[in-house]
């Protein structure tokens, strides 16, 4: 800040009261002065001669403050007014000129309030129901995914399966056909060789009627010759052989594919992914609207407890290279980490000098943490890594995940463990390493063999050790013990409750940014309700709040709440570290 009234209203709580010296929470509005103002001032405001006039109004029905710009015509003269003939916006003075004669006019402050409440309401539409709704979608694809993998792979298996049967089959039909043709070539070999059998028995006769013959040729014995009458036997009779005849099989590919089967799309019109209406979202904004008046109208009116439900800007820091930061980890030296949408990560110093910027595949959650030694550890979903970068900057594999997919990581301040929390398929877990990414430790199920978590969206840990996981399908913070054994859930004060970024105090409250109702919610170590920390939305440039615990500031540890605020984040206390 530049000057001194500067630094004095960044060093203010956000909701006091507007009078100089007067601290009290400035629950009304001037609209005229443009200031909060206390009940006690509010009453002192309307009695005064010169603002009685004034309109003031419930903090939350203010009218927003129109920004200031110069006429182009008259530059000391502010434009506070709009033209309805002209459509144009202009100052007082240039309502009086001849081409404006007759003409209507409005506040023009009556209409950026009114516009204000539009984009106000399309804003918080975006934020409420557009942007969770769309990603709950995708994690319905994510599990779609997932699910097509399983079927498809199953489909694989059992066409592998169907193709080994039956090629099982065809080889042994294949086996009998052969063994078949070796018998019947036993079968007709024995027929021949019994065949020349017989020819060799009839050559031996003949040869024997040859001698007889020649002894009755011979002259000395003509009387035989003429005693004896010779007849030869005939020449045995044998059968040609008949060979098998091999009939090939007549079959197609249609054919094949009747065998096997095959895999096709069925003839079923997709069913469209299921939304609620926007109307009915805004029916419960209203009602979660009302519900949060009357909590913080109880507090209002009995405090018990020396907390702050509201928050003093501590820093500010400029990141640049990163629009609408969604979580920020900070090292010792009050270096400052923060990620975005689009997957940047940028280290800053205090002065907003960027020290590193990465691109990474995160686009959401907690995923990244500085260590004791004041090194970086990053997931990279993708790749089932975590990643580290020492002071040195060199980028480090550190950790592989196997077939669980990484979606949150914290480092302990407390021993330096490493707490990851994981997802595979549709089941979830959070695993401890120690310094040096050694397993020590896997938290999945409670003693009745329930899961504890369903997605692990951020994950930190409490001064008595307990692990606190900002659940974001369960929409409720669930805390077990260093044990693993599940200690209790808290699902928020409402029935819309998405419960994100997370942290705890040198107390052991736990600090969880709902980002459904853009609040903080305050809850002992023990999962009693609190209170709640409200956020001034008036500016803007307001995009998003998210936790972290700060490791050093001012000698302590102490959570902050982080909000986005165009080019530059927010460090801001919350009030609860302090009794």
């Not at 939304?275 to 405090?303: G, R």
């Not at 669980?404 to 301040?413: E, G, M, R, V, Y």
């Not at 929390?421 to 409670?446: F, H, L, P, S």
């Not at 399908?473 to 419960?499: D, T, W």
């Amino acid at each position: 800040m530049s000057d001194s009234s500067d630094e004095q209203a960044a060093g203010q709580h956000y909701l006091v009261c507007g009078t100089e010296d007067c601290k009290e929470n400035g629950q009304f509005y001037c609209n005229d002065c443009h200031r909060p103002l206390c009940e006690q001032c509010r009453d002192e405001h309307l009695k005064n001669q010169e603002t009685k006039i004034h309109e003031v109004v419930v903090y939350r029905q203010r009218k927003h403050q129109l920004p200031v710009e110069k006429c182009k015509h008259y530059p000391t003269r502010n434009i506070d007014m709009f033209c309805k003939q002209c459509h144009i916006p202009l100052c007082s003075k240039c309502s009086t000129m001849k081409e404006h004669d007759g003409h209507k006019f409005d506040d023009l402050e009556d209409i950026y309030t009114e516009k204000y409440e539009i984009w106000q309401g399309e804003f918080s539409k975006i934020q409420r129901y557009f942007l969770p709704t769309t990603q709950n979608l995708k994690k319905d694809i994510k599990e779609d995914v997932a699910f097509v993998m399983k079927i498809m792979e199953n489909i694989r298996t059992s066409m592998k399966a169907e193709t080994e049967t039956i090629t099982n089959l065809v080889v042994e039909v294949s086996m009998e056909n052969i063994e078949q043709t070796h018998t019947m070539e036993k079968t007709l070999l024995k027929m021949l060789r019994s065949q020349e059998t017989t020819y060799d028995e009839y050559i031996a006769y003949l040869g024997k009627m040859t001698d007889e013959f020649q002894d009755y040729l011979s002259l000395t014995n003509q009387n035989l010759l003429f005693s004896q009458t010779i007849k030869i036997k005939t020449i045995p009779e044998t059968t040609k052989p008949v060979p098998p005849v091999f009939t090939a099989g007549q079959f197609n590919k249609d054919d094949i594919t009747k065998l096997l089967g095959k895999v096709s799309f069925p003839n079923i019109k997709p069913d469209i992914r299921k939304l609620d209406p926007v109307e009915a979202v805004s029916t419960h904004m209203k009602f979660i609207e009302k519900h949060l008046e009357e909590i913080k109208e109880k507090s209002n009116v009995k405090q018990t407890l020396s907390l702050s439900s509201s928050v003093t800007k501590i820093r500010e820091y400029r990141v640049p290279g990163v629009y609408r930061a969604r979580h920020v980890s900070v090292d010792q030296s009050d270096r400052l980490w923060a990620s975005d949408w689009n997957g940047n990560l940028v280290q800053t110093d205090q002065q907003g000098n960027v020290l590193q910027k990465i691109q990474t595949s995160g686009t959401e959650g907690g995923y990244h943490t500085v260590t004791q030694d004041e090194s970086l550890i990053y997931t990279e979903r993708s790749k089932r890594v975590i990643y580290r970068i020492p002071s040195d900057k060199t980028i480090t594999e550190f950790i592989k995940t196997g077939e669980w997919t990484p979606l949150s990581i914290h480092s302990s301040q407390i021993n330096g463990d490493i707490l990851v929390g994981m997802i595979k398929d549709k089941e979830a877990k959070v695993t401890r390493y120690n310094k040096t990414g050694k397993e020590i430790q896997n938290i999945q199920m409670d003693n009745q063999g329930h899961e504890l978590c369903k997605y692990p969206y951020y994950i930190t840990e409490n001064i008595n050790d307990d692990i606190c996981i900002s659940d974001d399908i369960k929409s409720a913070v669930v805390v077990v013990n260093k044990s693993g054994q599940y200690r209790f859930s808290y699902a928020g004060q409402s029935r819309l409750f998405h419960p994100c970024g997370i942290c705890t105090d040198i107390l052991g409250n736990i600090l969880v940014c709902d980002c459904f109702s853009e609040n903080i919610h305050l809850v002992n170590q023990h999962g009693e309700y609190l209170s709640l920390i409200h956020i001034n939305h008036q500016e803007s440039m307001f995009r998003s709040t998210f936790l972290s615990s700060v490791p050093s500031f001012l000698g302590k540890k102490i959570p902050a709440v982080f909000v986005w605020m165009k080019q530059t984040i927010s460090m801001c206390d919350n009030g609860t570290a302090t009794q």
